[in-house]
């Protein structure tokens, strides 16, 4: 999307992106904004009483001739912003619109947007490259110059809001009972002075496919255009399990952008299905009773709640057995989810990174992760439930991860564990198709700015090579930008 009134010769260019069924249904959406009429008859109607109805039917059929007529001149002239407010308003909130159409209306340089301006910030919106989503993530953040992280956590905020809503009629999202449903964390202070210009933002989103697939599937959603006229779009499938549960006699832990953040970083094969296997508020206290519904499940996300409001786990790429050694494989992660946000991968220094153990005289007896015996990066106690701690000085070594609890001993307030992908049995579709926004090393960035804090470096600040999954755009401390 551009600035002046030169980017109108783009036209040609622009609708070259599009196949000739996605140029059809780019002209009829633009014919539905040019037509949507803010003091449409039907307002009236609906504040009518049934005296007026019959009254009000009349005129209606009266102006029909007449609307044609001008539906011609409307189309020729473009859309205003009002046309665009009446037409988005179920999807974007009136100041994300107001500022979608001050950009489009920049293009032509009046005030009206006509089709060809249409066609070329379309173009820039569904299908442009790193560096005009980056102008697009700016210029919705902040239009005259660049964005605070405060601005630009707004537009993460309202967007993640739009995808959650746009997604709530599917099968993934109608299959989780989520009661904690606060996008909007507290917020950290921030310095002052940071700003954020377009080569920062598109540094960003170059690490972060995750957060391109939220925004095209809320701007797809206001500009439904497919491969296939009817079809339906690819853009439009949330990155989200589906949930398995018998009863929904408990409060999960998770939260949908919490949900969306471990369900990216497992491996794709394991992402489509989720199955509660233990909730303490549903199987009781009870350690025996825990390693039995968890056992030879496959992998597995496991949570923890502190009595401390910290909540941590971990994913387990492989079964949980009872093994007096160590085993398992790098997929497995730790992982902070309150009241900061962070993911863990294997560093490679060891492979410690499963542990279960229970009737042994001369060795811990409960489940453990990284570290090493004694000083885990996360342990639960067998013969003492609710106990266990998390060691980090400054970090675990199998996954550079720091202490994941509010103290280093902990008491558990909520336990909860998810088998994830196909129950073990059942075969994993080897015909899947993998996308790269399966396995995205930016998810949490996006997270933080939904207003979740992580401990993170500067936006420009080189990362460290052990952490790769410990991104941009900072929530708790931030550094001096540069330049």
Not at 72 to 96: C, D, E, S
Not at 157 to 179: A, F, H, N, R
Not at 259 to 273: A, D, T, Y
Not at 399 to 418: R, T, Y
């Amino acid at each position: 999307m551009g600035n002046d009134s030169s980017k109108v010769p783009e036209y040609t260019t622009s609708l070259s992106v599009f196949t000739p069924s996605e140029q059809k249904q780019i002209s009829k959406i633009f014919r539905e904004i040019c037509e949507a009429n803010p003091t449409a008859i039907m307002f009236r109607l609906a504040s009518a009483g049934l005296a007026g109805m019959m009254q009000l039917d009349k005129e209606k059929k009266k102006q029909k001739k007449h609307q044609q007529q001008e539906q011609m001149k409307a189309i020729k002239g473009g859309f205003g912003n009002p046309h665009l407010r009446q037409y988005l308003q179920k999807y974007l909130p009136a100041k994300l619109i107001d500022k979608l159409y001050r950009e489009m209306a920049t293009i032509g340089g009046t005030n009206n947007v006509k089709e060809k301006v249409f066609v070329v910030a379309l173009a820039s919106i569904l299908k442009g490259s790193l560096e005009q989503r980056a102008h697009v993530v700016r210029k919705l953040s902040n239009e005259n110059g660049a964005a605070n992280p405060d601005e630009v956590m707004e537009l993460i905020e309202d967007l993640l809001k739009v995808y959650i809503s746009i997604c709530e009629p599917s099968e993934q999202i109608k299959s989780w009972k989520i009661e904690n449903n606060n996008h909007s964390m507290p917020r950290t202070n921030i310095p002052a002075g940071m700003m954020f210009n377009e080569t920062d933002l598109e540094k960003w989103i170059s690490r972060s496919p995750l957060f391109l697939h939220i925004m095209d599937l809320v701007l797809h959603a206001c500009f439904n255009v497919s491969y296939i006229e009817g079809a339906s779009s690819p853009w439009l499938i949330p990155k989200i399990p589906v949930a398995k549960v018998t009863n929904w006699e408990f409060t999960t832990l998770l939260d949908i952008p919490s949900l969306i953040l471990i369900n990216c970083h497992i491996p794709p094969e394991f992402q489509k299905k989720w199955r509660l296997l233990f909730s303490s508020q549903v199987h009781g206290e009870n350690f025996a009773k825990f390693v039995s519904n968890i056992k030879n499940q496959g992998p597995s996300v496991l949570m923890i709640k502190d009595k401390d409001d910290h909540v941590f786990g971990v994913f387990a790429a492989d079964s949980w057995k009872l093994n007096p050694d160590f085993y398992g494989t790098h997929r497995s992660f730790l992982f902070t989810l309150a009241p900061t946000v962070g993911v863990y991968q294997s560093t490679g220094i060891n492979d410690h990174y499963m542990y279960l153990n229970q009737g042994q005289a001369t060795l811990p007896n409960g489940l453990g992760v990284g570290g090493q015996l004694n000083y885990f990066g996360l342990w639960m106690e067998r013969d003492n439930y609710g106990v266990g701690h998390s060691k980090a000085e400054p970090t675990c070594t199998t996954f550079n991860s720091p202490q994941l609890s509010g103290k280093p001993d902990f008491e558990i307030e909520v336990l909860e564990v998810w088998g994830v992908g196909p129950e073990p049995g059942e075969d994993v579709d080897a015909d899947e198709d993998i996308s790269i926004l399966d396995r995205d090393p930016g998810a949490e960035a996006l997270l933080e700015l939904a207003g979740k804090p992580r401990a993170s470096h500067g936006l420009r600040d080189k990362q460290n090579d052990n952490t790769p999954d410990q991104h941009d755009l900072p929530r708790d401390q931030y550094k001096t930008v540069e330049g």
